[in-house]
């Protein structure tokens, strides 16, 4: 069996990101251009697609820099909760503020903030959130203080900000002010070259930290991860080779160190359908097969079957 070792890549290093994907390059040079303004910007990447490393780096190269960078995910509060983290409150607010407290838009002055899952914000607060934007003034809760804020707003969302408000879910006017400058961070599947990079990247990460130390990889493992679609793009990598680094053994990394989703195989206890299970089966066998250069054998071997039972399975996928 073919063992892979680590490929001579040099990536591109750009504020805690790298990569070696022209995708991912023109979007570097993007954040370069739009960190220089002062505009609002909306970005628009499925979870793990690196928003929060993007909008720092927005902070990072713009004139306000060198001041604070709050981020905050919108997601997780309730809209009280939300009011009083981003607007702050005074004592007696509410049942529970026993005192004043600063919220983010104060906190943040001079510099950044970053509204993660943007789109979850409850509506009475895109309301307070829009006067922000509009009129750079917010006021605490349970205050009659109107305070300044001289704050960018960077914003992220993993769905269609224009399909919530048509569902009345977003405000339409708060929508064209958060999205003056929209930003696409493309999916890890679609990054060329850069499954591979970040898997040697991690390996090595996980070395430094006292995990076995990996020298090679067996050709059904890599051709199992360059293969997968990876919905939950670069964190999901990063968990998976966690998971092989920890549990393996040996200085190679096989297709059995791998998760079950990565071997084709539905999660222990799971119950999907008869027929979901075939297709990850199927696929399974397409990438040993496709690994061993269909030498039945090899892949046999590397899928844990007989030879006689990948023949059944071949014939029953009418593969033969």
């Known amino acids: 069996m073919k063992i892979h070792t680590r490929p001579e890549i040099k990536p591109t290093q750009f504020h805690g990101m ?49 001041g604070p960078f709050y981020a905050i995910n919108c997601a997780t509060f309730s809209s ?25 838009f104060e906190l943040s002055n001079t510099g950044s903030i970053f509204l993660d899952e943007i ?9 307070r959130l829009l006067r922000v934007l509009q009129e750079r003034t917010f006021t605490p809760l349970g205050s009659a203080t109107v305070k300044k804020a001289n704050v960018r707003v960077i914003s992220a969302t993993h769905q269609s900000l224009r399909h919530a408000v048509e569902l009345g879910r977003f405000r339409e006017d708060l929508m064209y ?9 493309p999916r890890l599947a679609e990054r060329d070259g850069d499954i591979e990079m970040l898997t040697w990247r991690f390996i090595d990460e996980f070395g430094r930290m006292g995990y076995r130390r990996i020298v090679g990889m067996e050709g059904p493992a890599r051709n199992a991860l360059l293969s997968y679609s990876w919905p939950g793009n670069v964190r999901e990598l990063r968990n998976v080779l966690e998971y092989a680094c920890a549990i393996g053994d040996g200085d190679r990394i096989c297709l059995g160190d791998l998760t079950p989703e990565l071997r084709g195989e539905p999660p222990p206890g799971s119950e999907l359908h008869p027929l979901n299970v075939a297709g990850l089966e199927h696929r399974r066998i397409v990438d040993a097969m496709a690994a ?29």
Not at 177 to 185: A, D, G, M
């Open 18 to 66: 790298m990569t070696v994907s022209e995708k991912m390059l023109r979007l570097f040079e993007l954040i370069k251009k739009v960190g220089a303004t002062e505009a609002s910007i909306l970005m628009r990447g499925d979870t793990g697609t690196g928003k929060e490393l993007a909008a720092r780096a927005i902070h990072a190269l713009s004139r306000r820099g060198k």
């Open 80 to 104: 009280e909760l939300m009011m009083s983290e981003l607007f702050g409150h005074v004592k007696g607010a509410f049942t529970g503020a026993s005192s004043d407290r600063k919220g983010l």
């Open 119 to 127: 789109a979850e914000i409850p509506v009475d607060v895109q309301a």
């Open 177 to 185: 002010r958060i999205r003056v400058i929209p930003l696409f961070l």
């Open 292 to 320: 061993a250069k269909n030498k039945r054998g090899d892949a046999a071997a590397a899928l844990g079957m007989s030879r006689s039972t990948l023949w059944r399975k071949l014939r029953e996928y009418r593969m033969v």
